[in-house]
């Protein structure tokens, strides 16, 4: 089954193909295709906005289009970035500029505990689209450590691993994301529905 990651991030489509090895599903990028859109997230939730960049790439594409809308969720400040993540520090704010916000707001708070969710939306048609979730929980450290990774990933601090998720290497961040659960969930979601062959876990 070919689909389309409905993003031009290039780090999303490298997790989101590599997370996807092995499937059944093959990704197609949207450089493959030659295509540019740009689709305004302007939902309330992180549902409402996958739901609609899936839909825009499919119809614009004619291919099962995938998406993700995906944020940090910190306990002390109510659950924001949320939806906001990508531009907490305003519009056309960088990775770095986004993490300094945190940092600063997050001053003198004792409550550190946020989470990666990660909503996922599959548009096989204008009638058919799925979706699923994953959760991902960590610490927000005081400071940043790591190069790897993208967004809020040097920030956040994962115990099991004692890393944050930009100190860990592509495969084992893969392997325990927020992005992981949810394309995972869809993933059985997909072969529930016979779109895909079931295939042993990868």
Not at 78 to 86: D, E, Q, R
Not at 96 to 122: H, P, S, Y
């Amino acid at each position: 089954m070919k689909v389309l990651a409905a993003t031009t991030n290039p780090g999303k489509i490298s997790e989101i193909s590599d997370i996807l090895s092995g499937t059944g599903i093959t990704i197609v990028t949207p450089d493959e295709l030659g295509l540019r859109i740009v689709v305004e997230e302007a939902g309330a939730t992180f549902s409402e906005n996958a739901i609609t960049k899936a839909l825009a790439w499919h119809r614009a594409s004619g291919y099962p289009s995938l998406a993700d809308d995906s944020g940090l969720s910190v306990d002390a400040l109510k659950g924001n970035p949320g939806v906001l993540s990508a531009r907490f520090a305003g519009p056309g704010a960088d990775d770095r500029e986004n993490c300094k916000m945190l940092l600063k707001l997050m001053e003198g708070q004792k409550d550190r505990k946020a989470r990666f969710i990660c909503v996922v939306a599959l548009a096989v048609s204008d009638d058919t689209i799925i979706t699923a979730e994953g959760e991902y929980e960590g610490v927000i450290l005081n400071e940043p450590l790591g190069e790897n990774g993208f967004g809020y990933d040097p920030v956040f601090f994962d115990p099991p691993s004692g890393k944050t998720f930009a100190q860990l290497g592509s495969r084992e961040k893969n392997a325990r994301s927020h992005r992981r659960r949810a394309l995972m969930a869809l993933r059985q979601k997909i072969e529930d529905q016979g779109l895909i062959r079931g295939r042993g876990r990868p």
